[in-house]
Structure formats: C-alpha cells, structure tokens
C-alpha cells in the first residue's frame, strides 16, 4: 500500500427532509448568494425547501448556471459577488453548480487579473470563499470533493482545477430529490461513479486490499440498484444507495494508498468541449477502448474486477479480464448509454489528432498510473473509440 495523507473536512447531512436544517450550518451574520442552475430546483419544490429554510438570512440569488459550467456565465456571478459583499456560498445542484461555486470560492478571493488562471496554471486553491451545498443529483461527488471542471464555450476547453481550500463546508444530501431527476441524468450519474470508480481501481495491484474491496462494493451497488433506479427513481431505498454510492466513488476514501488512473476523464473531457456530449457519457465512449489498449497493464486488476464484481469463473484470467470489459459496456447499454463516437456525432473524424495535439500543447505528456501513455497512445485510443 502506497503511503498517504487523509483530510475530508465536508460536514455530510444525509437524510429524508433535511434541507430543513440548512439554517443551523450557516453563520448567523452570513450575506448569502443562492447559485442554481436552469430551473429544475423551481418545478421540484428544492427551491422552496432551501428558501423556507434561509428565512432569518440575507440571501442574494444567481440562477442561470449552465450544465458544464461556463467561465462566461460565472464571471457574471463574481461580479455579484463583489458587488454585494457576499460572505457565503450556497450551491442547490448537480456538478455543475456546485464546481461552479468552487470556481467562484476561489475566484471570490484571486489576486491575479485573470481568472482563468486559475484553471491554467496549476496552483492548488488553499483557501476560499467559503461555501455549502443542497446536492440535487447524485454523480459526481463534488459535494464531499475539492475538485471542480469549468468550461470556456468560446476557446472550445473544459479545463480541472482544486485544492484543499475548496471542499463544501457542509453538503446536505436528501436522497428524496431523486424523484425528478430525468432518465438521462439518473443513467450519467450512476455511469459517471461508476468510471470514477473504475479510475481508482483499473490498474495494477498495489496490496490496498481494503481499498479495493471498497472500490468494489461501490461498483457492486451500483449494479444492483442502477434497474430499481431508472425503473422508479421514487423507490428511497434504491435512491440514498445510488446517492451515498455516487458521493464515496469519488470523496477521496477509495483513492488512498493506491494508483490513481484519470485518463478516461482526460481524454472524456475534450470530448464534451468538442463535442457538448454529456460527461458520463465521454467516459463510456473511452473507457472500454482505454482498458483494451492498456490490457497487459491492466489485465490482472481486469480479471480480478470480473471475478469478483461480475462474478465470471469461465477462462482463464485472461479471459475473465477481456469478459470484464464486455461486461462493462453491456452494463452501461444497459442503461441506455452509447458507447461509439460515432453514435453521438457524424463529425468525429480527425478528433484523435485534434485530442493528441492539444495533449501535446499543454505538455501532458504521460498520463494514467504509470505516466507512460503519451499523446500518441491517447491518439489511438480515442481512434479505437470513434
Ligand atoms: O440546471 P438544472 O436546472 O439544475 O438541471 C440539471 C441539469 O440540466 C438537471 N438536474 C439536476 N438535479 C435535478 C435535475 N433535474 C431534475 N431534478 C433534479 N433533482 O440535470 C442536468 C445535469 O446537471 P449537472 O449538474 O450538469 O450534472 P452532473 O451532476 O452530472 O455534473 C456534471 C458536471 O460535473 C463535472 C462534469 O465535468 C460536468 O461539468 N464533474 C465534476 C467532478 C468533480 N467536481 O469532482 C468530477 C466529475 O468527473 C465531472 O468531471
Ligand atoms: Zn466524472
């Protein structure tokens, strides 16, 4: 097991009907600005929820925050931020509010004249504005995590950026907004865990024999109530697993001691600057190509995936290892998510070359668990993907 340093600070408030108690966690003198995005919280009843509860509270609004969210549409919101002299952030959303209230806890208290810098230059954010969240769809896990991705529309970029000083002060996470969530988003978000399980995991063995065990019961629920989900996303039992699920695949626990991955996610992401395609869904189009081409790598945490999360005993290991992947994209057809460029745009030719040359650009240089796959490598990948 690799060594490791553990520090999650997020204060998680999980539950039926506790949107209530977003009154106790905010300081009483807080200036709030309340972010959210196109207007689903308006027609779900979350929006009446949090305000009955920010009743006693200076509070400020800022809708408007787009699905991969935008640099342009968040400088507006910084510029309220300024304006009103807000001391606090509340973000009711999906990812995408949320990572764009991280950006703007960090860009609140940026230096530089710039802020896109911030995306750019590397610097982990150590201290922000600070800022709690209502979690609306469980996914990425940006509740309980310091990481965020914002996308610039005019420069065609989706860019990461983080750091300790961005973690939500408190997320309330009430497994009941799950009802109104769309089959399209219940499918991204259960596939979108699901991968950044498979980033943490899909390596080589690295003796975290706890961590793996996670890593697999995480995918295994996944599995069990990813049909009960999008058959009845009322069903509470299926929804606070599918929730919890989606918030531990990715707050860090599952990371610790071991190799971490993340070129799926690299190479994913281009793929929505370019092409708007949904985040889950990039992933689902890279994922089976990247565990082919990095089979031999991989293949002993492949086989032990199909062991012991799709229960396969047929083969050998490597086999199993080459089942396990089949397995993975019949999972996520299985909820309704293409896996081939191809499906989701006509215009996919030249994408690799595109892909690589930006890789190169930015001297990303040697992604994945053993920094070796090269510009050329994701090339291929993304090729083997169309
Ligand atoms: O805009 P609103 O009205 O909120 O509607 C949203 C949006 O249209 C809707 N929605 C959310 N909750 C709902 C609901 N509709 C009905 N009922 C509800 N309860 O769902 C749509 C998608 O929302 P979005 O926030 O974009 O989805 P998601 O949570 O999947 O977030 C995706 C973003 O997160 C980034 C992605 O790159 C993408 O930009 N990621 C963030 C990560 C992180 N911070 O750790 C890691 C991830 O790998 C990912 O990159
Ligand atoms: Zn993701």
Redesign the pocket.
């Known amino acids: 097991m690799l060594n490791f340093e553990l520090k999650n600070p997020t204060k998680i408030i999980f539950g039926k009907d506790q949107i209530k108690n977003l009154e106790k966690e905010l300081p009483k003198d807080a200036k709030v600005l309340l972010l959210?995005?196109?207007?689903?919280?308006?027609?779900?009843g979350?929006y009446e929820q949090v305000k009955k509860a920010l009743h006693g509270h200076e509070v400020v609004e800022f809708g408007g925050?787009?699905?991969?969210?935008e640099y342009a549409v968040l400088l507006e919101a910084l510029q309220v931020i300024k304006n009103e002299s807000i001391t606090f952030l509340l973000a009711?959303?999906?990812?995408?509010?949320?990572?764009g209230t991280?950006f703007l806890s960090a860009a609140a208290l940026f230096k530089g004249d710039t802020p896109w810098d911030i995306l750019t230059n590397g610097i982990p954010t150590t201290v922000g504005l600070p800022f709690g969240t209502v979690l609306?769809?469980?996914?990425?896990?940006?509740e309980m995590?310091s990481?965020?991705?914002?996308?610039r529309a005019e420069i065609q970029e989706?860019r990461?950026m983080?750091g300790p000083g961005l973690f939500p002060v408190f997320s309330i996470l009430d497994p009941q907004?799950?009802?109104?969530?769309?089959q399209?988003?219940l499918a991204?978000?259960v596939t979108?865990a699901f991968?950044?399980v498979l980033e943490q995991y899909m390596t080589y063995p690295a003796g975290g024999y706890l961590q793996d065990r996670f890593a697999e019961s995480i995918m295994q629920t996944l599995i069990e109530i990813a049909p009960r989900i999008m058959k009845n996303p009322a069903d509470y039992e299926a929804a606070a697993n599918f929730m919890w699920s989606c918030t531990l695949a990715?707050n860090g626990l599952i990371q610790k001691g071991v190799p971490g991955d993340w070129a799926v996610?690299m190479m994913?992401?281009e793929l929505?600057a370019l092409f708007g395609i949904?985040?889950?869904r990039t992933?689902a189009i890279v994922a089976p190509s990247h565990y082919r081409f990095n089979f031999e790598s991989k293949k002993e945490k492949l086989a032990q995936y199909g062991k012991r999360v799709w229960g396969l005993t047929e083969g050998t290991d490597e086999d199993i290892a080459k089942e396990a992947i089949v397995k993975t994209e019949e999972f996520f057809h299985s909820l309704d998510i293409k896996t081939a460029l191809s499906e989701y745009t006509s215009d996919y030719k030249g994408t690799a070359e595109k892909i690589s040359a930006r890789f190169i650009e930015r001297g990303w240089n040697g992604l994945g668990e053993h920094k070796s796959l090269t510009p050329a490598h994701v090339q291929e990948i993304v090729e083997m993907s169309y």
Do not use: C, E, F, M
């Open positions: 959210y995005g196109g207007g689903s919280i308006k027609q779900n979350i925050i787009p699905a991969n969210p009711v959303g999906g990812g995408s509010v949320i990572d991280k609306t769809l469980p996914a990425t896990a940006s995590n990481g965020a991705v914002i996308t989706k990461a983080g907004v799950v009802a109104s969530i769309p399209r988003q991204n978000g979108d991968t950044h990715l996610h994913g992401h929505t949904d985040h889950a992933l």
